[in-house]
């Protein structure tokens, strides 16, 4: 009751012109309904975005260069169990035609993405990948080459510090939920929430510019659960956040909400959206990327989350043809586009939204500066 008392005591205003959050003030932010408000949140991130890394967008070509994946997540389109899709793994050529596009379009920055594997020829192949990006993308002009993000899942500690003396220097890696009963409701049980946390920690130690998030709207989860998530971002110090709304999949156990009314969809997106709001003023000068999945839902949901605060865009590289095969939800825009037209497409539509991209640079996290200046 005290606690009601004190929350319907709050006031927006004044939580705004802060620059430190209790958890009450986050879960206030979340629960925020009237149009309005929403506003005044929407731009009080805007501005701290614009304080603490500018208002430049940076891009990241995306390649999902397989969907091969040995875990079985509940949520997830390219699960192990699912057999109802065709299984592809990109060979070299097409990755480097790939990267290729991104160096033609002026992409400071990749990143490779696939279901994931921990044996040594996928280890080796990702090795290879890196140091090949790195030696045909390294030019006068472009002296340190394109910038590498991974997103190859859980490895050991030995196999990031290998992926890491290759040269790629960010790593992405969702915890999905930092709430362990919740994390624990969406996967099997041999994948285990110590293990991702250990693995957020490895990285960190390597060096790597680390990158993680949540999904928005996962049974069962609460503003309670995703204030903790947030208090939890800040907590392990990180640099980059990916995160986006939870959509359900056909293929998988909550195929049964894809029949669920409109409105809670609707729901789930100006969640993540207040999400996104709300990080930025939490964590000031991270990377935060404004996901496909909101797009999945509002066709402008990318530029949308541009506004709530993100500054960084993951355009489509993968190839056109085996785009369909790495559906991790239903409803992800841009099947079929050519990785030009996305460019186009992209380009124009935050030319729309007065803001410009960093062509040609990496973009790299403030924070992770920051946070390794303060180390030393
Ligand atoms: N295997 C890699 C890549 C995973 S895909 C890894 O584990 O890092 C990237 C992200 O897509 C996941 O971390 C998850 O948060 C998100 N995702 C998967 N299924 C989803 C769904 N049904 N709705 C929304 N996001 C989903």
Request: glycine share 6%; with cysteine; charged share 25%.
């Amino acid at each position: 009751m005290a606690k009601e008392i004190c929350i319907s005591n709050m006031n927006l205003n004044k939580i705004l012109n802060n620059d430190a959050f209790s958890r009450d003030e986050i879960i206030y932010m979340l629960n925020l309904e009237k149009q309005d408000e929403i506003e005044l949140l929407r731009d009080a991130a805007y501005s701290t975005m614009s304080k603490f890394v500018g208002e430049k967008v940076y891009f990241r070509g995306l390649i999902e260069f397989s969907n091969i994946c040995l875990n079985d997540c509940f949520y997830c389109g390219i699960r192990k169990s699912n057999k109802n899709f065709h299984r592809y793994n990109l060979d070299k050529d097409q990755i480097i035609e790939a990267v290729k596009l991104a160096m033609e379009f002026n992409y400071g920055s990749v990143v490779l993405q696939s279901g994931e594997r921990t044996d040594e020829s996928f280890i080796e192949h990702v090795l290879d990948l890196v140091k090949t990006i790195k030696s045909i993308s390294t030019n006068d002009i472009f002296p340190e080459g394109l910038g590498i993000t991974l997103c190859v899942g859980e490895q050991s500690k030995e196999t990031y510090q290998r992926f890491f003396d290759a040269g790629a220097h960010r790593y992405l890696l969702r915890i999905e939920s930092t709430n362990e009963s919740l994390f624990k409701s969406i996967h099997p049980p041999e994948l285990d929430f110590n293990k991702r946390m250990d693995c957020l920690k490895s990285l960190k130690e390597i060096g790597f510019q680390v990158g993680t998030g949540v999904m928005i709207g996962l049974p069962g989860q609460t503003i309670e659960n995703l204030a903790d998530d947030i208090i939890f971002f800040k907590e392990m110090d990180v640099d980059m956040i990916g995160m986006g709304p939870f959509i359900p999949h056909k293929d998988t156990q909550y195929a049964y909400m894809i029949e669920e009314d409109e409105k809670s969809k609707w729901k789930n997106y100006e969640l993540a959206l207040k999400m996104i709001a709300v990080t930025r003023l939490v964590l000031q000068n991270v990377n935060m990327a404004s996901t496909t999945a909101l797009q999945a839902i509002n066709p402008f949901g990318r530029e949308e989350g541009l506004r709530y605060g993100a500054n960084i865009i993951m355009p489509q590289l993968t190839p056109t043809e085996v785009r369909k095969e790495y559906q991790l939800y239903d409803g992800k825009p841009c099947m079929d586009e050519f990785a030009k037209e996305c460019h186009l497409c992209l380009s124009g539509r935050i030319a729309s939204i007065n803001r410009e991209i960093g062509y040609g640079e990496w973009g790299d996290s403030k924070h992770y500066f920051s946070r390794t200046q303060n180390e030393n």
